[in-house]
C-alpha cells in the first residue's frame, strides 16, 4: 500500500483499501467506495449528457462511445478499441479494459494514444513519408516518428517474421497476398 499512500497525498479525495485488499475511492457524500473501474465506467456510461432519454429504465442504455460510434457508422457498435495514454501501466490498462467490459464493451484492443493517432493519420496514405507525431495533453508529451506508405506494414511485417522464423514471406507469393489481404 506504499505507492498508494504515496499517491493519496497528491489527490483531494480518499483514496482506502477494502477488505479484500482492493484501492478504493471513498465517497462519503453517498456512503460508498468505488474501484477506479467503476469510475470510469460511469464516465463511459453517461449517454444522458449528449441528451439522450431512455423511457424504460430496464431497457440496456449504450456506451457514451457507442452512441458516438453509431453516429459516425450509422450502425450499432459494441466492439471497440480502447485508447490510453502512453504512461499507463499494465494494472491501469487492465482497469480501463474492464471498465469497456462493464460498460458494455467488447474491448478488442488496448492501444497507446500516440500509436492509435500515428495509425490513424498513415492508414490511407500513398505517397512514402516520414511523418511526426506529438500528444500534448494534461502533464505528458509523447512524440512518435513514423514511416508511412503503401506497403510499410507488409514490408515491417515481413522483415519481423523473417527475424522471428527465417522465412522470407516476399518471396512467397501465396504468403505475400494473405499478408497483405492481412495488414
Not at 478504493?24 to 468505488?34: E, H, R, S, T, V
Amino acid at each position: 500500500m506504499s505507492e498508494v499512500d504515496e499517491e493519496s497525498k497528491q489527490v483531494s479525495y480518499t483514496i482506502v483499501c477494502d477488505e479484500n485488499g482492493n484501492v478504493k475511492l471513498d465517497c462519503p457524500a453517498i456512503g460508498k467506495q468505488f474501484a477506479a473501474e467503476e469510475i470510469s465506467t460511469q464516465i463511459v456510461m453517461r449517454p444522458d449528457k449528449v441528451g439522450l432519454i431512455y423511457p424504460n429504465p430496464g431497457m440496456v442504455r449504450p456506451t457514451l462511445s457507442s452512441i458516438y460510434a453509431e453516429m459516425r457508422f450509422h450502425r450499432f457498435v459494441i466492439r471497440a478499441v480502447v485508447t490510453i495514454p502512453a504512461y499507463f501501466n499494465d494494472s491501469q490498462r487492465t482497469t480501463t479494459k474492464d471498465a469497456g467490459c462493464i460498460a458494455g464493451l467488447e474491448v478488442l484492443r488496448i492501444m497507446n494514444e500516440p500509436t492509435a493517432a500515428s495509425l490513424a493519420y498513415g492508414f490511407e496514405r500513398k505517397n512514402n513519408e516520414t511523418i511526426l507525431v506529438f500528444d500534448l495533453v494534461g502533464g505528458t508529451f509523447d512524440v512518435s516518428v513514423l514511416e508511412v506508405g503503401v506497403g510499410r506494414i507488409v514490408d515491417w511485417l515481413a522483415a519481423s517474421f523473417k527475424k522471428d522464423e527465417g522465412i522470407d514471406l516476399l518471396k512467397d507469393k501465396q504468403a505475400l497476398q494473405r499478408l497483405t489481404k492481412t495488414s
